[in-house]
């Protein structure tokens, strides 16, 4: 099976940094990557999907990139909101699998 | 609004089994599948199953075969998950995914959590 890894595993940046997240697969999976954003004691909520693309309602300071094995999350300008534990996520398979998570601090 | 509505908090003994709903609303049940992702405390996601809208049909993961079953009834638009010969590192919250195509999970239940102690 394909495994997703993520670095780094926790992140601590101010208000108004640009932050980002990286998501490796251990083969291509062409753009067919998700990212979803979990606060705690919540479902995952999405943000990104098919590498690149916003959901609708997410504001455009996030934005995603990458292709094959190496993904990218992008927070342009970190605002208080965005603390939150961040999953990347293969799909488009019987075997949909998740990265480990990034836990993403406001100093 | 697309809604998934997830049952109550269950706590169950070692080797027995919980049956989790999902109740859907907001859009066709038929034309979704539904997947089931666990999540135990202070940990990551992970994929249990998912089951078609359409016809029912069903994909587990390895981890999980012969040991989860889920299923669903159309006529109320719930999907349910069933774990068997629980174990206290069953202990998570359970969480119902809407598919929104290509096994994205679009929208999400609120989460049930399950808790294994004897």
């Known amino acids: 099976d394909i495994q997703m890894t993520q670095s780094p595993s926790t992140l601590s940046a101010s208000v108004g940094d640009r932050v980002t997240i990286t998501c490796r697969a251990t083969?291509?999976?062409?753009?067919?990557l998700a990212w979803y954003q979990q606060k705690p004691g919540k479902a995952p909520k999405l943000l990104i999907y098919?590498?690149?693309s916003l959901e609708s309602g997410v504001p455009s300071r996030f934005s995603g990139s990458g292709s094959g094995t190496e993904f990218t999350l992008t927070i342009s300008t970190l605002q208080p909101d965005d603390s939150a534990t961040y999953y990347c996520q293969r799909y488009n398979t019987y075997s949909p699998a998740f990265g480990q998570g990034t836990k993403v601090e406001i100093k | 609004q697309v809604q998934l509505v997830q049952s109550g908090a269950e706590v169950k003994k070692p080797g027995a089994s919980v049956k989790v709903s999902c109740q859907a609303s907001g859009y066709t049940f038929t034309t979704r599948g539904v997947a089931w992702v666990r999540q135990a405390p202070g940990q990551g996601l992970e994929w249990l199953g998912w089951i078609s809208g359409y016809n029912g049909n069903t994909h587990y993961g390895q981890k999980f075969q012969g040991r989860v079953t889920i299923t669903t009834d159309t006529s109320t638009g719930t999907a349910y998950m069933e774990l068997r010969s629980l174990r206290s590192d069953d202990t998570a919250f359970y969480f119902c995914?809407?598919?929104?195509?290509?096994?994205?999970?679009?929208?999400w239940g609120q989460g049930t959590l399950v808790t294994v102690s004897s």
């Open positions: 098919k590498a690149s």
């Open positions: 083969e291509s999976i062409s753009t067919w």
């Open positions: 995914a809407r598919e929104g195509g290509d096994h994205l999970f679009d929208h």
